[in-house]
């Protein structure tokens, strides 16, 4: 379905996130004759709901009262955070009820066209961007939508032929009806298990936009196997691995295309060999979207990391606090690790339990002589594995929460540590999200 084929419908939304209020706002805007008929929450809505979404009249229902309310609506908008595997939803689509995403609804506006779409396990914010970055230099108009940038119907404002980059979560791309033109995949491995129903799960919703109408080529990554494999069973369209010989390639020397460098390891402007191959998959996207690149290194002038995301927050005495709250499964800690091998690391890791296996994060804390500091609720399952894996017991510590843990590292770091958020688990048993655990870490780390 598209946003313009909702003239006239009557309308469910489930959910009030950014996505939903941008759904509201455009379709009163665009489309007086919908409306929002019905809006189903999981916990009770803000006082200003009805407001925010447009609708004074929908009626507002809980999940419980959800299937009997959406009966008489024609399509149901959801946040992505609703989970389609739920047995509402599920009931709801076997029903005959078109479920889709304000995301779904634009990229099915535009058919893909003119679209690169980043998803991935990890990766998919610093690649979009630098996506964005590499394009303006070439001195393309671009605009940057989904996780990161506007909600993606606020591009409806925009010339519908201009580049757009949009970051996709598994949550959209399982939904999906048309893909965008080029999709990049960064990587894969086990992540939000919890709403996808398993790893399985995760995996066949974040590749079905390889199978999507509207996806002319997919970017991924070479290096992951696994990915590959999956790929090529799955692929309807062209695919382009990058980090592999024959294309945009990670070397000891630094960034090449085909053999040739075309950016030396010291023009790299991101730490880590994961954010390296994030700028070959953007070079690779680029590349096959059509656009010219301007030369490097120039074109990455001004590039910066993004918020918590390996994010260097104060260097005192000789002591680097580091803000990589981002990283929410051990593989991705794994990488931040690797980006400081040069220094003496104490790791501040725990979050959420989502049955995160801490065994090979362990060991390379042993192996490197890294220090480690437990946080609830997964902290004391990482610092058992890392006592059994040979880190001291007076290097592997828990803490009551961040604050302590900021405060024992202070007493354990020296000149040469890097004290680094890191937490090898997402943030909700404690946080709204990643953001505001890392903003803490910020404020803690360099007081004012």
């Not at 009820?97 to 893909?112: S, Y």
């Not at 791309?173 to 709403?195: C, K, N, R």
């Not at 999507?212 to 196997?225: F, I, W, Y």
């Not at 997964?378 to 302590?404: H, K, M, N, Q, W």
């Amino acid at each position: 379905m598209r946003f313009s084929e909702l003239d006239g419908a009557k309308v469910g939304v489930w959910g009030a996130g950014r996505e939903i209020r941008s759904f509201a706002a455009q379709l009163a805007r665009r489309l007086p004759a919908a409306r929002i008929a019905v809006a189903v929450f999981d916990a009770p809505p803000p006082e200003d709901v009805r407001v925010a979404l447009a609708a004074p009249e929908a009626s507002i229902v809980d999940a419980d009262g959800a299937l009997a309310a959406l009966a008489g609506c024609d399509v149901l908008i959801r946040s992505p955070g609703v989970s389609i595997h739920r047995p509402q939803l599920r009931a709801l689509r076997d029903g005959g009820l078109q479920v889709t995403t304000a995301t779904g609804l634009w990229l099915a506006e535009r058919e893909g066209r003119a679209v690169i779409g980043v998803t991935g396990t990890k990766g998919k914010s610093t690649t979009a961007a630098l996506v964005v970055h590499l394009a303006r230099a070439a001195g393309r108009t671009v605009h940057l939508a989904g996780n990161i940038g506007v909600p993606a119907l606020d591009l409806l404002d925009h010339d519908p032929t201009e580049m757009a980059v949009v970051e996709l979560s598994s949550y959209q791309v399982a939904d999906l009806q048309f893909g965008p033109q080029t999709a990049v995949i960064t990587s894969l491995f086990p992540e939000h298990t919890d709403w996808h129903g398993s790893f399985e799960g995760y995996r066949e919703d974040k590749l079905r936009i390889l199978g999507l109408p509207g996806v002319h080529t997919a970017v991924l990554n070479g290096r992951s196997e696994q990915l590959v494999a999956a790929a090529a069973a799955r692929a309807a369209c062209e695919l382009i691995p990058y980090g592999v010989p024959g294309g945009w390639d990670l070397t000891p020397l630094g960034i090449a295309r085909v053999g040739e460098l075309a950016l030396a390891r010291a023009e790299l402007p991101l730490r880590g060999q994961h954010n390296a191959l994030n700028l070959c998959a953007a070079l690779a996207a680029l590349e096959a979207f059509g656009v010219a690149l301007a030369p490097l290194p120039d074109a990455l002038q001004g590039f910066r990391a993004l918020p918590h995301r390996l994010e260097t927050v104060a260097e005192r005495e000789g002591v680097l606090w580091v803000n990589d709250s981002i990283s929410t499964t051990p593989e991705s800690t794994l990488a931040a690790l690797e980006s400081f091998a040069e220094r003496e690391i104490l790791l501040i890791g725990g979050g959420q339990d989502r049955g995160q296996d801490y065994a090979a994060l362990a060991r390379r804390l042993a192996e490197t002589g890294a220090g480690v500091v437990g946080i609830p609720s997964t902290g004391p399952r990482l610092i058992a594995e890392a006592r059994r894996a040979g880190v001291p017991a007076a290097r592997a510590l828990e803490a009551a929460d961040l604050r302590a843990a900021i405060a024992l590292a202070r007493t354990l770091a020296r000149a040469g540590t890097t004290v680094l958020l890191s937490p090898a688990a997402a943030s909700y048993d404690q946080y709204r999200d990643f953001e505001e655990r890392g903003e803490l870490f910020r404020a803690l780390a360099d007081p004012a």
